[in-house]
């Protein structure tokens, strides 16, 4: 099992930016790729970004694409969710999630961060 601690979050105005991390521990080295989610308050919960901890390759929801950047230190077992260009829509707690296959089941989650935009 993977744990995964996020951090990051804030309250922040539109248009202003904040960087989410995501450190993970314990069996580490079963990680093929982590995702950052999100879920709005009486929403169900979605996709924001993708990364494999090999070799970078990274995914996009259409929704953040060009606005966010999910990255990785494998030196520090860390990935990063760096969020520009902030909407009020992008109001939702985030979580990071490990998927140890690479077959997009994730199966361990973050406790999640509030990120909250206002207008």
């Known amino acids: 099992q993977v744990q995964l601690v996020e951090s990051g979050g804030g309250l922040v105005q539109a248009g202003g930016s904040l960087r989410l991390s995501c450190a993970a521990s314990g069996r580490t080295f079963s990680r093929y790729a982590m995702g950052w989610f999100r879920q709005a308050p009486g929403e169900e919960r979605e996709f924001v970004a993708r990364?494999?901890?090999?070799?970078?390759?990274?995914y996009y929801s259409n929704s953040v694409k060009g606005r966010f950047t999910i990255s990785r230190d494998n030196a520090k077992n860390t990935v990063y969710l760096q969020m520009n260009s902030l909407k009020p829509e992008d109001t939702a707690v985030y979580y990071c999630?490990?998927?140890?296959?690479?077959?997009?089941?994730?199966?361990?989650w973050g406790q999640g961060t509030q990120v909250t935009v206002s207008a």
């Open positions: 990364i494999t901890w090999s070799y970078g390759i990274t």
């Open positions: 999630a490990a998927d140890s296959d690479g077959n997009y089941v994730y199966e361990s």
